[in-house]
Every structure is written in structure tokens, then in C-alpha cells.
């Protein structure tokens, strides 16, 4: 099983449409987890945080569920300007504590 | 919030030659750098952990020898790919963290070997 999973997509969406994507993750102790944004050719750049509690942030939604091991990203009200590759990403913890990336969700929102 | 600057963006290079792409932290001290390289369509692979005033802990399957890490201050840490070959051809990324989990990523190094 790979250590982050994810729907490759290409997800195509009208403007204004909700989208949702999810990720699994295999390492149970695993500490943090976030959601980045990657343009094509770009650096990624964080979306946000994601937290046991959930957490919203404006059109964006992130939840965890630990038991499942699984994150979810809910994007409202969708614009063109959203378009990219949302990237789920682990911190596994420990001393190190690299990140661990998905490979990423394609989204296009169209006209 | 946390900048981290990376240089060159792009560099073309020929078979052999060495290569040197320097991350910088603007202001925060980073003691922990990571170097990240990315395929096309494929995920970002963690190459190496760059910690200052120490050896660089390289992941499974990475050459050391190939891929010279060095952070010699707080701020700066450098990647140098030596002897290129075409096969190294890739976007390289390098991020730091300042006091959360997340990490601020540079913006990418495009090499090309010919």
C-alpha cells in the first residue's frame, strides 16, 4: 500500500460547482497532515492545514479522520483560478519529520 | 510569513559537468533544509535532509556522492549535482520549515542535461 494515496483525477468541474477530493494514508503515527496546491511547473504552495477538528477557510474545507486515516479537501463555489493539482501530504513525525507526498489530484474548473 | 529563495530557476547543463542550486531561508533561520525532486506527473520524492553544521541524511536510493549536500549556515544550504547526466533531468525543490509542521518550499529548480 503506498504510504499516500489519492485519485489522480483529472477532475473537470463547472464554475461554481463543489468539489471534494480524498486522501488515504498507511502510517497510522503519522502527526500532521496538510493540503498543498501545486501550479503546473510551480513550487507547491500550502492550501492549509488539516486538523482532527476540521477546519474552513473561506471557500475551503479540510477534515481528518484518524480511525479511517483518511483526509478530505471540500472546495465550495469553485473559479476558474482554482485549477491545479492538490497535493495530500503526511508528516510522519519523528526527528525528521519529512513530508510525505500523495501524487497529487488534478482540478479543472471550466467556463 | 517564511520566504525561502532558490537559484537558478532553470539551468542547462552538458554531460559531466556539475551543477549547483542554492536554497536560502529570508527570514527565518532554517536548521533543517529538505531537497525534494519531481518527475514529470509523478510525486515529489524527498532526496535528502539538510541539517546545518552536520552530514545531510540521504533517502534510500540516493547517492551521496552524486548529490553533494552542504548547509553551512542557518540560512543557505546548496545542492550540487555532480558529473550531470541526462537521466538527472529533473524539477528540483528544496524546502525549510520554521516553527509549525509545514514546510515553505523554494521555487524550483528546472534542470536539463544534454
Known amino acids: 500500500r503506498k504510504e499516500v494515496e489519492q485519485d489522480p483525477g483529472p477532475f473537470n468541474v463547472p464554475e461554481g460547482a463543489t468539489v471534494a477530493f480524498n486522501c488515504t494514508y498507511s502510517?497510522?503515527?503519522?502527526?500532521?497532515f496538510f493540503w498543498y496546491r501545486q501550479d503546473c511547473r510551480k513550487e507547491p504552495k500550502l492550501l492549509m492545514s488539516?486538523?482532527?477538528s476540521g477546519n474552513e477557510d473561506g471557500r475551503f474545507t479540510a477534515q481528518l479522520n484518524r480511525a479511517s486515516q483518511y483526509i478530505s479537501l471540500l472546495i465550495r463555489d469553485s473559479k476558474l483560478s482554482d485549477s491545479a493539482t492538490y497535493l495530500c501530504?503526511?508528516?510522519?513525525?519523528?526527528?525528521?519529520?519529512?513530508?510525505?507526498f500523495g501524487k497529487g489530484t488534478k482540478l479543472s474548473v471550466k467556463p | 510569513g517564511a520566504v525561502v529563495s532558490q537559484h537558478p530557476s532553470r539551468v542547462i547543463c552538458k554531460s559531466g559537468t556539475s551543477v549547483k542550486i542554492e536554497c536560502r531561508s529570508l527570514?527565518?533561520?532554517?536548521?533543517?533544509m529538505f531537497w525534494y525532486r519531481q518527475f514529470p506527473k509523478k510525486s515529489l520524492m524527498l532526496m535528502a535532509t539538510?541539517?546545518?553544521?552536520?552530514?545531510?541524511?540521504?533517502e534510500q536510493g540516493v547517492e551521496k556522492d552524486k548529490f553533494l549536500i552542504n548547509h553551512a549556515s542557518l540560512t543557505l544550504s546548496t545542492l550540487t549535482v555532480t558529473s550531470a547526466h541526462p537521466e538527472d533531468s529533473s524539477f528540483y525543490i528544496c524546502?525549510?520549515?520554521?516553527?509549525?509542521?509545514?514546510?515553505?518550499f523554494g521555487s524550483g529548480t528546472r534542470l536539463t542535461v544534454v
Open positions: 488539516v486538523y482532527s
Open positions: 502510517n497510522s503515527a503519522s502527526q500532521s
Open positions: 527570514d527565518f533561520q532554517a536548521t533543517t
Open positions: 501530504v503526511v508528516n510522519k513525525g519523528g526527528s525528521q519529520g519529512n513530508l510525505i
Open positions: 524546502s525549510a520549515r520554521q516553527d509549525s509542521y509545514a514546510s515553505t
Open positions: 539538510s541539517n546545518e553544521g552536520s552530514k545531510a541524511t540521504y
